[in-house]
């Protein structure tokens, strides 16, 4: 069974752009999650999306935003980007409970 | 919401030490987890444990939710072994949505 893939791994963008990140859960998984991972703050949950339905958001300002489409991929977008937007960005998708499985991440850089 | 805290935030062994990592959470929980982040960033799951013991080879762990803890021990270390070690957990009230301790960073020295 293939595992969670994210892309692109490694995106370098300028800032007041936006980007698109994608991220393609394990089959039959219905569940996916986002998160952004920084030195300073750790693993912060961005959002969750379940059956293309946004069902949790984490504290992130509306610039951040994601969507999720039938086949249960799902992608984030964020606008305007600053630097500070700099981070691994890892998605993780599960059944609708239990263990959460973990794509390779996308680091972006802001420049 | 919950608090997460993962001890101690640093560890170096010696290859063929044990350890154990400790996580404390502020809640009840539905969901605990275990990762090893790997040099490329992964997170990679080492277990799924809300309650009870597991043991996958030279690791385990356990989790007494009544206490709000959990352990994971690492037995005969290996430099394979390092690494950032975190716990997460997902609230009672919070399906889907994983709150992360800070993680504890493993150098096993050969």
């Known amino acids: 069974k293939a595992g969670v893939t994210q892309t692109p791994r490694y995106l370098i963008k300028t800032r007041g752009q936006q980007v698109t990140l994608s991220c393609s859960p394990i089959?039959?998984?219905?569940?996916v999650s986002w998160y952004q991972q920084t030195p300073g703050q750790g693993l912060q949950f961005l959002f969750e999306?379940?059956?293309?339905?946004?069902?949790n958001k984490g504290n992130f300002p509306g610039r951040f935003s994601g969507r999720q489409f039938s086949n249960s991929r799902s992608e984030m977008n964020v606008s305007t980007l600053e630097l500070g937007d700099s981070a691994l960005y890892l998605c993780?998708?599960?059944?609708?409970?239990?263990?959460?499985?973990f794509g390779q991440g996308t680091r972006l850089t802001v420049v | 919401g919950i608090q997460v805290e993962q001890s101690p935030p640093d560890l170096i062994l010696q290859e063929g030490a044990n350890s154990t990592l400790r996580c404390n959470f502020s809640?009840?929980?539905?969901?605990l987890q275990w990762f090893h982040q790997n040099p490329w960033g992964q997170l990679i799951n080492l277990f799924y444990?809300?309650?009870g013991t597991k043991q996958n080879g030279r690791l385990s762990a356990t989790t007494v939710a009544t206490e709000r803890y959990s352990l994971l021990y690492i037995s005969s270390s290996q430099t394979t072994d390092s690494g950032v070690y975190f716990c997460?957990?997902?609230?009672?009230?919070?399906?889907?949505?994983?709150?992360f301790g800070q993680g504890t960073t493993l150098q096993v020295k050969p």
């Open positions: 993780a998708s599960s059944l609708e409970v239990g263990t959460a499985f």
């Open positions: 089959s039959g998984h219905r569940s």
């Open positions: 999306y379940f059956s293309e339905t946004q069902r």
């Open positions: 809640d009840s929980v539905n969901n």
């Open positions: 444990i809300p309650s």
């Open positions: 997460a957990v997902v609230g009672s009230s919070n399906t889907g949505k994983l709150i």
